[in-house]
T-cell receptor, first 115, second 114 residues
Framework: AQKVTQAQTEISVVEKEDVTLDCVYE???????LFWYKQPPSGELVFLIR??????QNEISGRYSWNFQKSTSSFNFTITASQVVDSAVYFC????????????FGQGTELSVKP | ETGVTQSPTHLIKTRGQQVTLRCSSQ?????VSWYQQALGQGPQFIFQ???????GRGNFPPRFSGLQFPNYSSELNVNALELDDSALYLC?????????????FGPGTRLTVT
C-alpha cells in the first residue's frame, strides 16, 4: 500500500528564517511520482513540483528547494528566507506510475511565517 | 489561477439529503478527478473521469457518484448525506488518462451537513 507521512503538523517561523518540511513515503513500486502542493487559505491547491522515482537530483526553484532521497524514502521541501506569503498548508503526495490522476496525500504541514 | 472552476462555493445540507457539485475543467483538459478533504486532513481521491467514463475510484461508497459531460465538465453527486460528508470537495483537471501527472485544482466547494 502507498502512504505519505508528514510528521510536522504545524511549523511557525519568523520571516527570513529557513524552514524544511519533511515528507516520508511508503510504496512497493519501483516507479512512482512525488509531488508538493501548497494550499493557501483560499483552499485551492497550487502545484509546486513533481519528481519521478528515477531522478534523485535535488531541485531548486528560487527560494524553494527539494531533497529527494530514495534510500530513506524522503522528499523534503526547504524554503529559504521565508516570507509571510509562504504561510499556507503544504502537502506532499505520491502517485503510482500509471495512476497519475490518483494522488495519495499526506496530512499536510501548516506553515506560519510571522513578520 | 488554474482555470478550473467549481460551484457552488459553499453549501449547507441536512443529513439524508442529496447534493450535486459541479466542476468546469481547464480548457483543453479531458480528465477530471474529485477529492474530498476533511478539516485538518489531506485530500482523499474519490474518483476520476476520462472522456465521460469513470476511470478509477478510491475507497468511497456507491452513494458517491459522478458524471462527465461532452465538454469535459463534471458533476459529483452524493446521496443520503451523512455528517461525515462535511468537507471541502476539490476537483482537478488534467490532460490525458491516468498518466497525466500535472493536475490543476479548483478552489473547492465547502459542504456542511447538519
Amino acid at each position: 500500500a502507498q502512504k505519505v507521512t508528514q510528521a510536522q503538523t504545524e511549523i511557525s517561523v519568523v520571516e527570513k528564517e529557513d524552514v524544511t518540511l519533511d515528507c516520508v513515503y511508503e510504496t512497493r513500486d519501483t516507479t512512482y511520482y512525488l509531488f508538493w502542493y501548497k494550499q493557501p487559505p483560499s483552499g485551492e491547491l497550487v502545484f509546486l513540483i513533481r519528481r519521478n522515482s528515477f531522478d534523485e537530483q535535488n531541485e531548486i526553484s528560487g527560494r524553494y528547494s527539494w531533497n529527494f532521497q530514495k534510500s530513506t524514502s524522503s522528499f523534503n521541501f526547504t524554503i529559504t528566507a521565508s516570507q509571510v506569503v509562504d504561510s499556507a498548508v503544504y502537502f506532499c503526495a505520491l502517485s503510482r506510475y500509471n495512476q497519475g490522476g490518483k494522488l495519495i496525500f499526506g496530512q499536510g504541514t501548516e506553515l506560519s511565517v510571522k513578520p | 489561477e488554474t482555470g478550473v472552476t467549481q460551484s457552488p462555493t459553499h453549501l449547507i445540507k441536512t443529513r439524508g439529503q442529496q447534493v450535486t457539485l459541479r466542476c468546469s475543467s481547464q480548457s483543453g483538459h479531458n480528465t477530471v478527478s474529485w477529492y474530498q478533504q476533511a478539516l485538518g486532513q489531506g485530500p482523499q481521491f474519490i474518483f476520476q473521469y476520462y472522456r465521460e467514463e469513470e476511470n478509477g475510484r478510491g475507497n468511497f461508497p456507491p452513494r458517491f457518484s459522478g458524471l462527465q459531460f461532452p465538454n469535459y465538465s463534471s458533476e459529483l453527486n452524493v446521496n443520503a448525506l451523512e455528517l461525515d460528508d462535511s468537507a471541502l470537495y476539490l476537483c482537478a483537471s488534467s490532460s490525458g488518462q491516468m498518466n497525466s501527472y500535472e493536475q490543476y485544482f479548483g478552489p473547492g466547494t465547502r459542504l456542511t451537513v447538519t
